[in-house]
Structure formats: structure tokens, C-alpha cells
């Protein structure tokens, strides 16, 4: 595995990460190192899953209203 060093963080960022890590129950490295991984596209799977309902909640979906479609043109008959 591969070590990085970054140097100059934030402190606000820091402190934000730090939260994040506890509130997610992982350690500051373990959480700076799913960030890049989800920032460099590497999530599949459960994890997109967990993401998507992270993001847009429980909801399954959004029932649209169907257009209207008694105006629209005939379908073309190809057997002419």
C-alpha cells in the first residue's frame, strides 16, 4: 500500500473531518482515504447504493403525470 503525506490542511477542514470519521465510526485516515477512493470513482456496489440513499433518502422514486397524447402524430406504417 501506498502512503500519502498532505501538509497545510485547514483547520476547518480538518475539525470537519474529524467529525465525519466519528459520526461514520471510522478513524480521520480511515475516512480521508474513503473520500478519495469515492472521489476518484472508485464506488460499486453497496457502497453506491448506500450513497444514492445517503443522498436522496428512502424515497423510491417520483410518480411523474403522464403528457397527454391524443394530439400527438400517427405512428409511421412501414408496410406501405
Known amino acids: 500500500m501506498a502512503m500519502l503525506t ?4 485547514d ?25 478519495l477512493k469515492r ?5 460499486t456496489g453497496k457502497e453506491l447504493w448506500d450513497l ?7 424515497d423510491d422514486g417520483v410518480a411523474l403525470e403522464l403528457p397527454d397524447r391524443h394530439n400527438d402524430r400517427p405512428p409511421v406504417n412501414f408496410e406501405q
Open 6 to 9: 498532505i501538509r497545510n490542511i
Open 11 to 35: 483547520e476547518g477542514v480538518k475539525e470537519r473531518l474529524r467529525v465525519r470519521a466519528a459520526q461514520n465510526g471510522h478513524s480521520m485516515e480511515e475516512e480521508a482515504r474513503l473520500i
Open 39 to 43: 472521489a476518484t470513482g472508485g464506488i
Open 52 to 58: 444514492s440513499r445517503e443522498m436522496f433518502g428512502e
